[in-house]
């Protein structure tokens, strides 16, 4: 049996070494530039590096025709025999990791100049379109009505660089990935781990560091890339000894057991290490340490390893690391990785910067907080050493990304910061050299955004996504102990399953399912976990409230919750000096509002009017809602679903959208107002942009990410009906999607409130504000409750 064992497993290695040299000549670019090709299609290697860029309109940045620069011209793909293989090899060479679709027919616009690639067939390993097969540069029967584009996958490949991302320079042949290995096996069981031996990768396996000369700049860097703000101090006798003592195990001479059965010295050893704690057991492995790299000098600004000068161990050296061992270092998590909670409320991360509209922990829009308003910080100049700054203040490690180009959604305020030039060691972006800028300097188009290194917390290990057609889709199942399990759906909405597609590392959720019976594919029946209720801020399930005992109403597996998910999001804002600048009071004839009574935008009161006399006090406003993320808002319900109103002529595509309501010092509802929305469409959009939805003949509903939907004073329903309200000082709030209809990247920015005053004739608004806008304190010193998100009168 062994034999026959040992023979397929010598056939296999040699099928292996025979296969993977074939594997390396099809991915490696100088070899595929050797393969012999067809006479009609060959591929086309370049000794210029050829550019590619995604153009046209309308479309996002992740999504475009594609054009090549090659000898000095730019240049299109002609959609002939165009598949999602050649997509996926454009889209890694931009910087995406995968594809999600391609378009034909000039779909982006037709483009102007050479059409340069034509009948383009790639295999998918190729690192650049040149190395694709084609008819040669130049050659085409096409017009520019078949230019091809593409629908890129909207996650960077981690490390890329180009002229909208700014990362590392490192050489990918040194090191490309470190890793802490815990030495003491209680630890190896604790997530993160935050101590252990220094070890990159290193052929098919790790390598050790050599500490001769190891600084605690040295240590700085590492923390920072594996996620870690801080470091530090280790214990170097521990490691001393534990050396010893491994030293000692290996040259200690075997001995078995006796043929009499006595038990060896040896077998004693095994006995007692048997009888002691595991928990306090260490791991003394026999193996030898390879030490890959000899020394580092590390000036400690770095962001990744490989930045750092390195001397790597010559093949044939006598000695590896003469008098040292390996590098140990230590490392501090911030308080959202902290275990010890004692510890965590000591640790505070900075109140005056945050991430706003990252689909991830660890990353967002970058901002900042001055005169306790929120602002943003301008892209000219910024680089990865003030990203880090950013990302280290807030408890995370060294930035991974520092993206440009208003990738991480918008702003709506204020700009305060330009050219940024942080040397990296700032404990804050405040204490960098920075230019206070002009409305002519920068818009939010420049807004600047991190992309944080953060510590691994195999939180994705404990749940999955089964039965879906995509890996973003699917019935949740989630690990409870050693048990795998579905999840009661019963109050499943918007904010759990973002908590759930935030942890499968998907992104936002765009939908919450509380039918799955369509994706039953999965042989799991037992329900595992109900009454789940998160915040929506989580890092898993498990952090959410929920039962402790299984009890769910529905506990069929058809009933179990879903999500579907997306790696981007809309974000509605209002323009809240708008709803300030256009307040004013309307007394409205009774006759003339029979349309808004149908649809309830009256108060209570006015069903006892005698109609048609008399009137209705109004308090109106403008409201402009602009779509300040990453993907489209459209409505929830699909068109076959939305409801006629014959008296206005519209569609009502969500039930309510808007809640307008009046509140005391109290912070009890006086007075109130809701809108269905009558029409979501594009009035306008920003400079570039496009509109996308019209109402106009059945068409689309939704706001475009750029766009804004404005509903004017003068309509029907855009009002608070204040007939019944005493004159006074309120608080005015409107509130965007109020019920999470439609998932959105930031809720926290939905509601926007004012000041107000009611003299009975008059009214005032003043320090109109989105909900989000102004610090703690400010917003403490504005009202003296917290507000209410609900429509019900107190």
């Not at 275990?339 to 991830?360: E, F």
Request: proline fraction near 3%; hydrophobic fraction near 30%.
């Amino acid at each position: 049996m062994d034999k026959s064992r040992r023979g397929l497993q010598l056939a296999f290695s040699l099928l292996f070494g025979l296969w993977l040299p074939c594997c390396l000549t099809q991915t490696t670019p100088s070899n595929a530039a050797t393969v012999t090709p067809t006479p009609s299609l060959t591929p086309q290697p370049q000794s210029e590096q050829i550019k590619v860029r995604l153009s046209g309109y309308p479309r996002k940045h992740n999504e475009g025709r594609v054009e090549l620069f090659y000898k000095g011209e730019w240049g299109t793909i002609c959609d002939d025999d165009f598949s999602i293989t050649n997509a996926n090899v454009l889209c890694r060479q931009l910087g995406f990791v995968s594809a999600t679709g391609w378009t034909h027919s000039a779909k982006y616009g037709k483009g102007q100049g050479k059409i340069w690639l034509d009948n383009v067939l790639c295999n998918g390993g190729e690192k650049s379109i040149e190395f694709c097969k084609s008819r040669g540069w130049g050659n085409s029967d096409c017009t520019h009505d078949e230019d091809a584009g593409v629908v890129c996958k909207d996650e960077r490949i981690p490390g890329f660089m180009d002229s909208n991302v700014i990362d590392a320079h490192v050489d990918e042949n040194k090191v490309e990935e470190v890793r802490l290995r815990p030495v003491v096996a209680t630890a190896k069981k604790k997530l993160p781990i935050t101590e252990g031996v220094v070890e990159v990768k290193y052929k098919d396996g790790w390598a050790q560091i050599c500490d001769a000369g190891w600084t605690i700049k040295n240590t700085h860097v590492v923390c920072g890339m594996l996620g870690f703000p801080h470091e530090r101090k280790v214990n170097k006798n521990f490691y001393k000894r534990l050396k010893k003592r491994a030293a000692e195990k290996v040259s200690r001479p075997k001995v078995n057991v006796s043929a009499g059965g006595r038990q060896t010295p040896k077998a004693k050893a095994n006995s007692k290490s048997k009888q002691s704690s595991p928990g306090k057991r260490l791991y003394l492995e026999r193996q030898k340490n390879i030490f890959h790299i000899h020394s580092v000098a590390c000036t400690g600004t770095e962001v990744h390893l490989a930045a750092c000068p390195l001397e790597f161990n010559k093949p044939n050296a006598t000695s590896s690391c003469q008098g040292g061992m390996a590098a140990v270092v230590s490392c501090m998590p911030g308080p959202l990785f902290m275990q010890n909670s004692g510890l965590k409320k000591k640790l505070k991360t900075s109140s005056n910067v945050r991430l706003k509209g990252g689909a991830r922990l660890g990353e967002g829009r970058v901002e900042v907080l001055k005169d306790n308003e929120w602002g943003t910080v301008c892209d000219d100049r910024w680089n990865l050493q003030s990203a880090s700054v950013v990302c280290r203040e807030l408890g995370f490690g060294s930035a991974k990304e520092a993206l440009t180009g208003a990738r991480m959604g918008q702003g709506m305020g204020p700009i305060y910061m330009n050219e940024v030039k942080c040397l990296g060691q700032e404990k804050s972006i405040w204490n960098c050299p920075f230019k206070n800028i002009t409305s002519e300097d920068c818009q939010h188009v420049e807004d600047a955004a991190v992309r944080c290194n953060i510590p691994y917390m195999g939180l994705e290990n404990s749940i999955r996504i089964v039965g879906g057609r995509s890996n973003y889709e699917g019935r949740v199942e989630v690990q409870v102990g050693s048990k795998w399990g579905t999840v009661c759906s019963t109050g499943w909405t918007t904010k759990e399953a973002m908590v759930a597609c935030r942890q499968l590392g998907l992104g936002y959720s765009m939908h919450a399912i509380t039918e799955t019976w369509y994706w039953d594919s999965s042989n799991v029946t037992e329900m595992v976990m109900s009454g789940v209720k998160c915040t929506g801020n989580e890092m898993s399930l498990s952090q959410c409230q929920h039962h402790k005992t299984v009890n769910c109403q529905k506990a069929g597996a058809k009933f179990s919750a879903g999500v579907i998910c997306s790696e981007t999001a809309s974000d509605l804002v209002l323009n809240a000096s708008l709803v300030q600048e256009t307040v004013y009071i309307e007394d409205r004839p009774l006759h003339m509002l029979y349309c808004a009574a149908e649809e309830d935008c009256l108060s209570k009161s006015a069903a006892k009017a005698n109609w048609p006399y008399g009137h209705r006090r109004l308090l109106r406003f403008s409201s402009q809602i602009h779509n300040i993320g990453r993907a489209d808002f459209k409505p929830k319900a699909g068109r076959h679903s939305w409801v006629w109103h014959a008296c206005h002529g519209h569609y009502h595509s969500m039930n309510i959208f808007t809640h307008y309501d009046l509140l005391n010092a109290n912070g009890t509802k006086v007075a109130e107002g809701h809108k269905a929305s009558f029409c979501l469409e594009d009035s306008d959009c920003q400079e570039g942009v496009s509109k996308r939805y019209e109402c106009a003949n059945f068409g689309d509903q939704g706001i475009t990410v750029g766009c804004w939907d404005l509903y004017r004073h003068d309509i029907d329903c855009q009002w608070i009906d204040i007939t019944d309200v005493k004159p006074g000082n309120y608080i005015m709030q409107i509130v965007i999607n109020p019920n999470h209809e439609v998932a959105e990247s930031d809720f926290t920015n939905n509601a926007m409130k004012c000041n107000c005053k009611y003299d009975g004739h008059r009214i005032w608004f003043h320090n109109c504000h989105v909900g989000d806008a102004f610090s703690e304190e400010a917003e403490r010193r504005f009202e003296k409750y917290p507000g209410q998100l609900n429509n019900q009168i107190s």
